[in-house]
């Protein structure tokens, strides 16, 4: 990338934007990571610091890199010189690879201090908790590895002790970052597995803010204040809670006024599916069905399709993909395999529904052991149906579903949304919002399954219009809410390519920044510490927010 014409046109037109638009910078420093080999992931970090530097006197340091193991499951075509020089574009006084730093550390007897942003900075040891510590292992261990769950066999295995190494080196280096540059905040893409992970697991313990920046969309960030802490267990759990206030006082407590749009959102979204954006799309993602009669017609020949008892309830089991940031928020069970198999050994013996277990559409990039096609092997005598999420297209899905289990993937958002009831086994950011029945432990998840399935079998609705609206007041929150539209970043559909550097370089040139969305929205979040970006002031007076929202009143 780095010898396209284009990309160098853009650096030079975002340094000279960004020279015009910034603070004088100051001692201390943001924190920014580049450790995606998607351009579009750095570029949104690297706006967001940026938007900080417009009203917070800061200096930019990033640190980007890539290892064997990553490079081996994910990245394609990482490009550290593209994001250096993208980097210092944007201007930053420093880019560090943290991953050449891990590996000159590890096996050297005397490491020496580190060299950052024109600072020797002495590498005492990392304060990390060792559970902390062992869990975030753990977990980069099963994404490496591509397997459910992490082993006595792997723990005491050549990898494990190899991520166990780099991770407390990378624990070590971020504890000195934090300890040495008093960053006013770090900004990234992830909030897990080690080489993420770790870096907001110092931010929390050094106070710094962290800001999580989304993949999808145009311009969305999650954001977690150390006065805002409760002391949950980890950076999504704490949001979780503090996601479901915000939205129960100013969502919900707004659903008259953002009714329409909700609906709005909730007809757009039978166009696509889930969140991020990009993960699923095209014509099998598209609901086509209008009224009840077309669903009953649909799901006659669904039900026929997979040798369904038409007089029986269908109960679909969502698989999650099973190396994706395990225990990264509340979950119930140790692990994302161990549910899937329980709640299979309980489908078996429960004939008086019908069972549809569905697996994730990616799970290839997460899963190596086959463990979809095990479990279908093992209940292969039993009546209910395994199926690969790609071979169903939406329309049969939502004609054939009557209840979804999952444990936090975007289904538990979009079922509700369209009237049809879900449980789950742990959290995700809505999983307090009201929509979903979130089970607090084991016993409650079994609880919940048994009584959710006597009213399926006596006909006695499981979801509330309440419930169903309030659904669809997520949706748009999270596709339209929390999403700010700026030209400094275009949205995700955008793709990589030339299109996107050519959108924002022309915004950058021809578009001026008093009042960019991009620069109101980030200041709006650090004045009130809100959790996230908002396209609006969504705590403005009622009149404010409806002329806010285009004007319309009589909703």
Known sequence: MTDAPEFSLFCTTAFEFW???????????????????????TLRNLTVANALRRFVPARLVVFTGADDDWNEILWTFFDAEALE?????????????????????????????????????????????????????????SRVLKIPRVTDEVRAGAKYAQVHQRSTEFSNIYDALFA??????????????????????????FGVPTVHVQSTGTFKAYTLFPET?????????????????????????????????????????????????WWRGGAMSAIEIQTPPERLAVREHALARFGFDPDKPVVAVYNHALSDAPRTNIEIFDDLA????????????????????????????????????????????????????LALSKNVMWSLVDLGITVRGSISNELPAFGIPAIQAGWSEWSQCGFTMVAED?????????????SLLAGRPLLTDEQIERARLWAWFYR???????????????????????????????VEA??????????????????????????????DLTLALGGVSEL
Do not use: C
């Open 19 to 41: 020279q015009r638009n910034l603070l004088p910078g100051d001692e201390r420093v943001i924190l920014v990571e580049a450790m995606s080999q998607d351009i579009r992931v």
């Open 85 to 141: 020089a993208l980097s210092r574009a944007y201007g930053a006084v420093d880019v560090i690879d943290i991953h050449d730093l891990v590996d000159s550390r590890i096996g050297n007897p005397e490491p020496g201090d580190l060299r950052v942003a024109g600072k020797d900075l002495p590498v005492p040891g990392s304060g990390i908790e060792p559970a902390v510590l062992d869990e975030i292992v753990r977990a980069t261990v």
């Open 180 to 205: 040495g540059l008093d960053p006013i905040a770090l900004v990234t893409s992830h909030v897990d597995y080690n080489h993420w992970g770790l870096a907001v697991e110092s931010a929390t313990r």
């Open 229 to 277: 802490r409760r002391g949950a267990a980890t950076f999504r759990a704490e949001l979780t809670h503090q996601i479901a206030e915000f939205f129960e006082q100013y969502v919900w407590g707004n659903r008259e006024r953002l009714r329409s749009s909700a609906e709005l959102t909730a007809w757009r979204l039978k166009g696509n599916w889930g969140k991020p954006s």
């Open 338 to 389: 161990a549910w899937y198999e329980a709640t299979a050994d309980y489908a078996a013996k429960r004939e008086d529904v019908n069972w549809l277990f569905i697996d994730h559409p990616n799970q290839y990039l997460y899963d190596g052991t086959g463990f979809f096609d095990s479990l279908k092997d093992k209940h292969a005598g039993s009546p209910m149906a395994f199926v690969p999420s």
């Open 442 to 454: 084991v016993d409650d998840y079994w609880a919940r399954l048994d009584s959710s399935l006597e």
């Open 480 to 510: 339209s809410g929390t999403d700010v539209s700026t030209p400094l970043v275009q949205h995700w559909e955008m793709g990589r390519t030339e299109h996107l550097l050519n959108a924002v370089m022309v915004a950058m040139q021809h």
């Open 514 to 543: 008093d009042a960019d969305p991009a620069f109101t929205a980030v200041r709006r979040m650090w004045a009130r510490k809100d959790p996230f970006l908002t396209r609006i002031d969504l705590t403005a007076a009622p009149e």
